[in-house]
DNA sequence: CTCAATCGTTCCGTTTACGGAACGAACCAT
DNA sequence: ATGGTTCGTTCCGTAAACGGAACGATTGAG
């Protein structure tokens, strides 16, 4: 038993089961062996990403439905340990000119953290839900409460912090232009 | 030389050089062997799911940020206002090979807002701070509370209500290839 | 220069995920 | 009953994903 081995197998018996299509049904139309799919669902194997493919594609449902837990919370990355900030990645987009990065973001009152300047031309958009934020270039800061949507350049020195005693939850999308 | 050739490798070759880790580290600290990180990065290996989390967990992303789905097919923009969801457009980063749209959304409680299929490709990526949303796929929604993050493939037939007497407000980013 | 350390790739034996086939069980028609 | 169909599981040979070890290339220290 693999401490990691999350429950895709009950998953996807359910998604199957609630779609009325039989085991062997499925393990046709997604073009992989019926022993395959029932050692997938009984949690016996440990299935390749080319399997997981094939099943979801013939579900009709993306990856993320069979592997994640809906709600889950996922993994908790600290990127600055003992900071202010603890932030969550939870989407990255490559594009041939600009990387995505999709972050949830907790911010801890009665601390300001200062970020250094990143690379010339990224961009950083916040879109606070709880507690009230202040937040972007440290000689400028700008402020947000739940709901409200803030942006600037992030290739000079910002600062992250809160207004009153509650932490501040927020969403971060951070846009970098491809470096040369 | 798999048929259907996900780019993880690519993908994941980047996220670890910029943590600036040498693949031995990271193979080391994910508990793997050097040999199967290696392959995966090249894309001469089709992982298994248990590597797949181990490679995961070690650089601290959501399997999510490894396994985006493939497709990048046409694009069709539609918008859908409608009476239980109403939206503010934040921003729009225009990219080469997608668009990206950032919206909040406001999803008014006991009506069940359908949404038609989108073009193939296009990807909604939705952030809860308030309320309960109940939305995705049309034949399986997925639940997410305040603070909880969801997305999927938003070129199936897909749903947005809300789980309780409350409005739902959240954030949405909607990924949306360029016509090939 | 030499030597040691570490990089990423390749080689190779072991482990295991794969699909085809066989299996018993359940069901339906005759 | 009886034969035919489909169900999900199990058996088994093959293909391939796995980790350990060896490889050449590169780097840094003395």
Known sequence: MNGRDTDIGSRLRRLREARGISLSALARSAGIGKATLSGLELGTRNPTLETLYAVAGALGVPLTALVLEPGAPPTEAVRVPGAAVTATLLEVFEEPTATF???RMRVRPGIVQHSPPHAPGVTEHVTVYAGVLRAGPADAPLLAGPGEHISWQA?????YSTVG???ALATLLIRSPRQA
């Open 101 to 103: 990065e999709l972050l």
């Open 155 to 159: 290739d000079i020195p910002h600062i």
């Open 165 to 167: 005693p509650d932490e």
